[in-house]
Each structure stands twice: as C-alpha cells, then as structure tokens.
C-alpha cells in the first residue's frame, strides 16, 4: 500500500554508529539525522561518534569513550527539527586511520594497521555492530580498508561499513551529484553576482579562486550560476595549455616526469577573454578558477609550499588567486599599454555550512535513508550508497570505486566534451582559439 509505513525488519544489528569526517558540507545533518531517524524507528539504537575517527585511533580499555564528549546517544528528542539545520551535530575531523595502508600487502603489517585495530576495538567496546561513514574520497578510502582489515587481519565479530558519499566539489564516481553541491554552488552563484556588479561599477576584474581540488563541478556550476565571464579547471589543462617537466625527489633521487599547466597560454586566454569582453564595451568581469589547479603548477611557483597526510598541497599558504591576478594584470599590460585592476580572493569556506537547499535536503535524506536500507534489509557491507533517477537507490561495491592495488579513489571530472562543460563556453563572448 502507497501510504503504508516501511516494515520493520528482522536483523542482527543492535547498534549502529554514524561518523562524519573531512571538510564540512550543507545537509550533513539531513543525512545523519535521516539515517539514525531510520534505525530508530525499527527500535535500534544509534551513536554519533563525535569528531570523525578522531576519538577511535587511540584505544584504551581503561579509558573507554565518554558519552556526551566523544560521542552522543542519538534519539529523537537530539534529532528534533535537524534536517534542515546548518552544521555537523556530530563534528567532523580528517584523521585518517588508514594513512599508512597504500598497498593491500600492507594490511599484514601489525603496526601498519593499527589504526585500524584501534578504530575496531572502540567500535566493539561500544558494542556497535555496524559502521555509517559519511565523508569525501579520503573517508571512502578509510571505509574501504576498515572492510579490507576485517576480511584479512580480524577474526572477531565482524562490524559491516556502508559509506554515505560527501563532497561540495560533486567529483565523485558512482553518483551523478554529491548533498551540498547545488547549496554550494548557488551560495558561490550569488557571491559571484555580487562581484560582478561591483565590478561593473568600477570597471575591473575580480578573479575568484573557488574550492574543488580535483575536478571543476564547483568551479563550472558557480560560475554558470553567477553569470561570470569565463571559468577554468583543472579538465581544462591539455592541448597547448599542458606540459610536463621532470623532477627528482629529493630524498630518494628519483626523477619522475608531472603533467604541469602552462601557465603563460592560460594567462594569454584569459586576457584574450578580456579584450574580447572590451569589444563589447564590457571593461568588466569576473574570472573563475578552480583551486584544483595549483596541482598542476610547476614547481618553481611550488617553492616552500607543503603538503598534508594525504598528499594534497596546502591551498591556502599558495593563493592562487592573488598569484594569477598579478599574472594576468601584467599580460593585460603588456599587451594593451593600458592598466586594469584585478583583485584576486579565495571563496569557498563560507559555503560549507551554508543553509541547506530543497534539493540537497532530499538527496540527503534519501542517502541517509539508504545507509539503513543497505544495512538492514540488504544486509550489505562495503559499499557506498548512490541515487539515481527519481531518486531511486542503489548500492555500489568498494571495489568498483577503489583501485585495488592503490587504495585510491577514482575521481569523476567534467567531460571536457560534455554538454555541461560546453554550456560555459556558449554562456561566455566567444573567443577563437
């Protein structure tokens, strides 16, 4: 019957636990609050681990985890009224259990997999008989050697992990888009707007460096939105704007050759853009570039810039904008003997806890929905929950995801031949190339 309540369903499962780890990103409450909403409701209990694995690495049995400081009972009074809330209820961290797991043979190294132990042991002391993980690639990665180090290396009660994927940056394989992808684009949308008519009014240029590090969904969806007057990523480095150079590392001597933008073509691009814009009468705009593109840097504009756990260099100490803004104002120069400003800023963070929109809100409901229906009447473990369609389930394997001699996540970028990736070309002044 079309208005019957779901049924409830036999299992094994008595609790479950729900974590949240990586960069924030709006609904996240709609997920977890749907999802714990479900096992409730089929009289199952649910834990928030506070703070991503966080709280998990360090297992003590003479200090077990604390209620109410490392993690949260959750129940229908703490979920009153979140689906719609801005922020994480349970907090987010990126610690990463698995950081020392890049090769399956790892998963035989007692002090390799550690982490991983500790993150079982606190689960099971919880008396947690399953896993939610919600998060980006980095997570799915954790997930997927969390299920790895109970096929090969735990010989207790199993504890199944089903991955809910998270990310404003939509680069996910598996699902067409990602909760908070359409609340982040359409919060950047608006900024950008605001930028354009400021720079209308003054006759410059704002140059706005956008989060989204390894593809240009973000980039491409913002500036389609905010009416901007030309975008690039990281899909857009080949033809004569790719080149590679060779490097040696400089603890073991091995030279290794990068794929690298090159930087004074796509410098010339964007001034081509400009002066075609001034054709118009258009002494304006506002240029997008996804952050993602620092990686393809050479090295010299890389000089003293670090990089975190996972490989990633440190956005924020390079500045990509201001970098390129300085680039492009001199090219502009140089090319018209006039001056135009150009003012570089970064735009991004303020998105991440933004109010959650309609759609975001249900896609985040119907994943957190999925976590309880792969788990309880699939009983399925490791696989990452997907929609598809009229926001139709479906369950997609680790395996299918993940590299398996690597560990690594596969990222979906724009097709540069995409109908997407083409609607921002038609919405810029034409430029011939």
Not at 96 to 121: C, F, M, T, W
């Amino acid at each position: 019957m079309t208005l019957s309540r779901p049924p409830k369903v036999d299992t094994s499962i008595r609790k479950v636990a729900i974590l949240f780890a990586g960069g924030p990103a709006p609904a996240a409450n709609a997920v977890i609050s749907t999802a714990a909403n479900s096992f409730l409701r089929n009289d199952l209990q649910v834990v928030g681990i506070m703070n991503g694995y966080s709280r998990l690495v360090d297992f003590d049995a003479d200090k077990p985890l604390e209620l109410g400081r490392d993690y949260l009972q959750l129940d229908h009074t703490v979920l009153r009224r979140t689906r719609n809330s801005q922020g994480i209820l349970i907090g987010t961290a990126r610690t990463n259990p698995g950081k020392n797991v890049s090769h399956p043979s790892h998963l035989n190294d007692p002090e390799r997999i550690a982490p991983l132990k500790s993150v079982y042991q606190t689960l099971r002391a919880l008396d947690v008989d399953a896993l939610i993980s919600i998060g980006g690639d980095d997570t799915l990665k954790t997930a997927n050697k969390f299920k790895l180090y109970q096929d090969r290396a735990q010989p207790g009660p199993r504890i199944p992990v089903v991955h809910l994927p998270k990310t404003i940056d939509n680069d996910y394989s598996g699902i067409d888009f990602t909760f908070g992808y359409f609340t982040a684009v359409d919060t950047l949308a608006g900024e950008i707007r605001n930028l354009l008519a400021d720079a209308e009014a003054s006759r410059a240029y704002f140059l706005a460096e956008t989060m989204g590090r390894s593809a240009g969904w973000l980039a491409y969806g913002a500036a389609i939105a905010g009416e901007a007057s030309f975008v690039i990523s990281v899909e857009d480095v080949n033809g004569k704007y790719r080149q590679t150079e060779e490097t040696v590392d400089p603890t073991t001597g091995e030279r290794r050759t990068r794929t690298i933008m090159n930087v004074e073509e796509v410098v010339k691009r964007v001034v081509k853009t400009m002066r075609a814009r001034e054709n118009e009468r258009k002494e304006f705009g506002v240029i997008v570039m996804a952050e993602g593109l620092a990686e393809f840097l050479p090295t010299s504009y890389l000089q003293g810039v670090s990089r975190d756990e996972h490989g990633h260099i440190a956005i924020s100490q390079l500045n990509l904008s201001r970098m390129f803004s300085k680039l492009i104002a001199e090219e502009y120069h140089n090319q018209t003997g006039k001056k135009r400003k150009i003012t570089g800023l970064q735009l991004g963070y303020e998105v991440r806890c933004a109010r959650p929109h309609a759609f975001d809100v249900m896609l985040g409901s119907q994943l957190g929905v999925g976590a309880y229906r792969a788990l309880v009447e699939e009983g399925l473990d490791g696989v990452m929950v997907s929609v598809s369609g009229q926001l139709d389930l479906n369950y997609v394997p680790f395996e299918k995801l993940i590299d398996p001699d690597t560990l690594v996540t596969m990222v979906r970028f724009v097709d540069p031949d995409s109908d997407f990736h083409r609607l921002a070309r038609f919405l810029e002044i034409y430029v011939n190339e």
